[in-house]
């Protein structure tokens, strides 16, 4: 549900000031949203849930906050998990600009498949999506292809639990970096 903070955390994107001064959620807190968003991704899509069998990592946004009137932004934070454990935090944030207005929440996964991947995230100062690596956006008409002898790209995205009033959901340009927690 889209509240009155994400949409301060949206605006925030927007502005000159860090985002962080808006939405600094603890390391523990982060942990246990990822925790649960990716067990209910599982639970809904079984592909996801195979993919993340076999991904030597996975980045967990379980809340990105989206909201634009002509010009937009969101903003989320998040989580690298490998072996089961966390790696490192992550803030996703985009901008952009053009017919758009309304405030949407939504959550997604970029399972990373492969060593390259995992090394691009941690050697980048910062990975903007579409740049880099090569990932794929999994809907339902690329779902019903993918098998674990088809799995060839370096990552693949999931986005769920969209919620809100705003045609869409696109994470090209996303960019992804590191933060303390």
Same mark, same amino acid.
């Given at each position: 549900?889209?509240?009155?903070?994400?949409?301060?955390?949206? /605006?925030?994107?927007?502005?000159?000031?860090?985002?962080?001064?808006? /939405?600094?959620?603890?390391?523990?807190?982060?942990?246990?949203?990822?925790?649960?968003?990716?067990?209910?991704?599982?639970?809904?899509? !079984?592909?996801?849930?195979?993919?993340?069998?076999?991904?030597?990592?996975?980045?967990?946004?379980?809340?990105?906050?989206?909201?634009?009137?002509?010009?937009?932004?969101?903003?989320?934070?998040?989580?690298?998990?490998?072996?089961?454990?966390?790696?490192?935090?992550?803030?996703?944030?985009?901008?952009?600009?053009?017919?758009?207005?309304?405030?949407?929440?939504?959550?997604?996964?970029?399972?990373?498949?492969?060593?390259?991947?995992?090394?691009?995230?941690?050697?980048?100062?910062?990975?903007?999506?579409?740049?880099? !690596?090569?990932?794929?956006?999994?809907?339902?008409?690329?779902?019903?292809?993918?098998?674990?002898?088809?799995?060839?790209?370096?990552?693949?995205?999931?986005?769920?639990?969209?919620?809100?009033?705003?045609?869409?959901?696109?994470?090209?340009?996303?960019?992804?970096?590191?933060?303390?927690?």
């Amino acid at each position: 549900m889209v509240t009155r903070r994400h949409l301060l955390v949206a /605006a925030g994107a927007l502005s000159v000031l860090p985002v962080n001064a808006y /939405a600094a959620a603890s390391g523990k807190e982060i942990s246990r949203d990822a925790d649960a968003a990716l067990q209910k991704l599982y639970r809904s899509n !079984p592909v996801a849930a195979d993919i993340g069998k076999q991904a030597r990592g996975v980045l967990v946004f379980p809340n990105i906050v989206k909201a634009g009137l002509i010009i937009g932004g969101s903003y989320g934070e998040g989580e690298l998990k490998q072996g089961g454990k966390v790696a490192g935090y992550y803030n996703s944030v985009s901008a952009s600009w053009g017919l758009q207005t309304g405030a949407q929440s939504y959550g997604y996964a970029v399972f990373l498949m492969n060593d390259k991947a995992i090394g691009y995230l941690n050697q980048s100062k910062g990975w903007e999506i579409g740049v880099g !690596p090569t990932v794929v956006v999994v809907n339902e008409g690329v779902a019903k292809n993918l098998s674990s002898t088809t799995l060839k790209d370096d990552a693949y995205a999931f986005i769920f639990n969209q919620q809100g009033l705003m045609a869409g959901v696109n994470i090209e340009g996303a960019k992804i970096s590191k933060i303390k927690r």
